[in-house]
């Protein structure tokens, strides 16, 4: 009933930056929080930032500073703006949205992850 289409990862170095999108289709009645997570090999996922349908965001320490998280309600498309990347930022990156369906249910889904590679 609803898909999360990710794109903008890939291979960058230290310093670089890269621009993540997570576009959602299907039969929305609405979306509430978006968010990115992201897990490195041997770790556990973790939460990136999220953004909740105010604007209101919220980011992990580690990234905080460097990353710009976003929303365009109309498009159903949420974005994370990543500058100044590290090699520990190496990871699948994930996007999830809390959203309510047409048909009255509300669950949250998952994007099928993009991997983003900081060499150093």
């Known amino acids: 009933q609803v898909q999360l289409v990710e794109s903008g990862g890939g291979l960058v170095q230290a310093g670089g930056s890269l621009r993540l999108s997570c576009a959602a289709s299907g039969r929305i009645f609405s979306m509430y929080t978006m968010g990115w997570y992201r897990q490195a090999p041997g770790k556990q996922r973790e939460l990136v930032a999220t953004?909740?349908?105010?604007?209101?965001?919220n980011y992990a320490d580690s990234v905080k500073g460097r990353f710009t998280i976003s929303r365009d309600n109309a498009k159903n498309t949420v974005y994370l703006q990543m500058n100044s990347l590290k090699p520990e930022d190496t990871a699948v990156y994930y996007c999830?949205?809390?959203?309510?369906?047409?048909?009255?249910?509300?669950?949250?889904?998952w994007g099928q992850g993009t991997q983003v590679t900081v060499s150093s």
């Open positions: 953004i909740i349908s105010g604007g209101s965001t």
């Open positions: 999830a949205v809390d959203l309510r369906l047409m048909t009255g249910s509300s669950t949250r889904y």
